[in-house]
């Protein structure tokens, strides 16, 4: 382990959350035990809340209509003052802070609806409300704030001064150890100096979160947008999302108060982390959005188009793609309000649960919207503005394919989730192990590891040889559906033996095997969706009858199909070829399959004229709201 890596790990680890002092549906599904209890019945809401959500939804879809045109957002890259004011007016920018803070006060559940209402009409707006109230300073401060710190600044969070969330740097992704703003205590004040990267909402912010090293860790600060030394140098422009304002944003000797720290000092990357749990569940929320949608288009289009004598949609190769589109529009949705509601709940634990349904719901959402653009065909291709252009209906299919994209790199990559979900997944038998895996202990300290590993794993792997899943008749209430549930059941213990093999065969080199734990990780997510599709169709029965049993079928036995495809990758897999591969690409081996192409980022007479310089960057601060 190089001096890097293990620095690198050693903050990660400082910045988990390290103990369970609530339940956890996740954490014992990845350990082979089933908890149903904790999911079903799904909590409910209180009645009035239920009441003032449904509310906000209708002001807000009565707004996004009259008010609010995506065309020209699209077009323009630019989302107009009057719709931010707009916003601001029915209290969007305020949805998540208490009423006693001049917010909304909505449950998450509702938080996520209108998020999710939002982003099937203008993603760009999903975004600007989610950076704003999921990670920018309203929810830092609701979990860690003080007082006069709430007092002072979530009022004008909810009155819709925008704020903005800065951690990544140019020479820093997913590696916080990295991390070179700092932020020096002098006095009254720290001053801080640095460059943030990809700002989502920072060119038009009013307050800022910004992360910043406090000697040799991590805090968290508010800072004015406006405060001297603050130079936002460019608007980034991106493949979707194009309304966004997100830049690069330079700090010079910008002092601020110290009781602007955000908790203690040293705190940053763990306020991060806990923001998130709850935090992460504005993506999947427009992940759901968007593949909602994505069902309604695939079914006018093809129940419209007729080719070969039939509408399009009864072909089966074009009927397997929209059962897929269908299935996983209600499993997104079944996933994102269970957790909501778990959220709203404060019961359990959902750190694991929201990190699966952020993971799932940007890759299944993007496929999804993939196969929507296949369906249409040239017209899925084609843009919205040349189709109105030559009098088509403007249905912006590849444009919705772009801005979800985004999905699978924000708030965590597909990649870190994997990694991230992984490490909480494994975290009992790693606790367990302890010393045992720990190449610096000695004999002694080895021997008393094994003998405690002994006794929980003689515990512990007995329990993964039968359970409810075996009964034929267990989950009942759920009926066509229970065998679902039975199998759901009968895999977690095979997925928590699967990990428990792994973790004999490789030990502690088992955290390097991430082609191994993706799989056990996308394993268990498949699962989180089958429980919460079955929940979410035994309630919606009541209203629709047997249709939501149909989806949740469907969808099922296509969840099985992609969990046992991935059982047979964990042992049959190119893992260690591709690494293998990949190290020799690196070191230059294979140059030659380069040969006979031209680079654009690099060839070519406009590349030297096309070079910024220092005088290039203009101060571009913020736009006047």
Request: charged share 25%; net charge neutral.
């Amino acid at each position: 382990m190089t001096t890097d890596y293990a620095t690198a790990r050693e903050v990660a680890e400082q910045a988990r959350e390290t103990e369970w002092t609530r339940p956890s549906f996740g954490r014992q599904l990845f350990l082979g035990d089933f908890r149903l209890d904790l999911v079903h019945p799904a909590p409910k809401l209180p009645e009035e809340e239920i009441k003032k959500g449904d509310a906000f939804l209708r002001t807000l879809r009565r707004f996004l209509q009259e008010k609010v045109d995506p065309p020209q957002i699209e077009r323009t890259a630019v989302i107009p003052d009057e719709v931010v004011k707009g916003l601001a007016s029915i209290g969007a920018f305020g949805m998540t802070i208490e009423e006693e803070y001049g917010g909304l006060g909505l449950a998450h559940l509702y938080y996520c609806r209108a998020l999710q209402l939002t982003a099937s009409y203008c993603p760009a707006l999903s975004a600007l409300l989610s950076a704003h109230q999921s990670i920018g300073v309203p929810q830092p401060l609701r979990l860690f704030g003080t007082p006069e710190q709430k007092e002072r600044f979530l009022p004008r969070c909810a009155s819709g001064e925008i704020s903005a969330f800065l951690l990544t740097e140019p020479d820093v992704g997913s590696d916080p150890a990295r991390l070179a703003t700092t932020a020096v205590r002098d006095g009254h004040s720290y001053v801080i100096d640095g460059v943030k990267l990809w700002t989502t909402n920072g060119v038009v912010a009013d307050l800022l979160v910004v992360m910043a090293r406090t000697g040799a860790r991590i805090s968290a600060f508010v800072v004015e947008a406006d405060s001297p030394g603050i130079t936002v140098e460019r608007r980034n422009s991106f493949m979707g999302l194009r309304g966004i304002e997100n830049g690069v944003t330079r700090f010079h000797q910008v002092r601020v108060p110290v009781e602007n720290l955000i908790g203690r000092e040293g705190q940053g990357l763990k306020i991060a982390l806990t923001t998130l749990n709850t935090g992460r569940l504005s993506l999947p929320a427009t992940c759901a959005g968007a593949a909602k949608w994505a069902t309604k288009i695939a079914r006018e289009w093809c129940g419209e188009r007729v080719q070969w004598g039939r509408r399009l949609g009864e072909h089966e190769a074009v009927a397997r793609k929209i059962a897929f589109i269908a299935g996983t529009a209600y499993a997104l949705e079944a996933v994102v309000n269970l957790v909501s509601r778990l959220a709203d709940d404060e019961r359990n634990d959902i750190r694991i649960e929201a990190a699966l349904a952020k993971l799932y719901g940007s890759e299944l959402a993007w496929q999804a919207t993939d196969e929507l653009v296949q369906i249409r065909g040239g017209r899925g291709y084609e843009t919205a503005e040349s189709l109105r252009a030559r009098g088509e209906r403007g249905v912006p299919a590849e444009q919705m394919l772009r801005d979800l994209r985004i999905n699978r790199i924000f708030e965590g990559s597909t990649e870190i989730m994997h990694l991230l979900i992984a490490r909480e997944a494994v975290d009992a038998h790693l606790s367990v192990a302890g010393e045992l895996i720990n190449p610096k202990a000695d004999l002694k300290a080895k021997g008393r590891a094994a003998a405690k590993a002994g006794g929980f794993y003689a515990r512990w792997l007995p329990s993964l040889v039968a359970g409810a899943g075996q009964l034929p008749n267990s989950y009942a209430e759920f009926g066509a559906l229970a065998h679902h549930l039975r199998y759901v059941e009968r895999t977690s213990r095979r997925l928590a033996r699967s990990t428990f093999y792994g973790m004999s065969r490789w030990q502690g080199r088992l955290e390097h095997k991430q082609g191994f734990l993706s799989r056990i990780v996308d394993i268990g997510a498949e699962l989180f969706a089958m429980t919460a599709v079955c929940v979410q169709a035994q309630e919606d029965a009541v209203e629709y009858g047997r249709r939501p049993y149909e989806l949740a079928d469907t969808f099922c036995h296509q969840a099985r199909l992609r969990a046992e495809a991935m059982f047979d990758r964990l042992w049959e897999n190119t893992d260690s070829r591709d690494v293998r591969l990949a190290r020799l690409v690196l070191d230059g081996r294979y140059a030659f399959l380069e040969e006979g192409v031209l680079d654009p980022s690099l060839d070519g007479p406009w590349i030297a004229q096309s070079r910024p310089g220092p005088s290039d960057f203009e101060d571009v601060h913020r736009h006047v709201r």
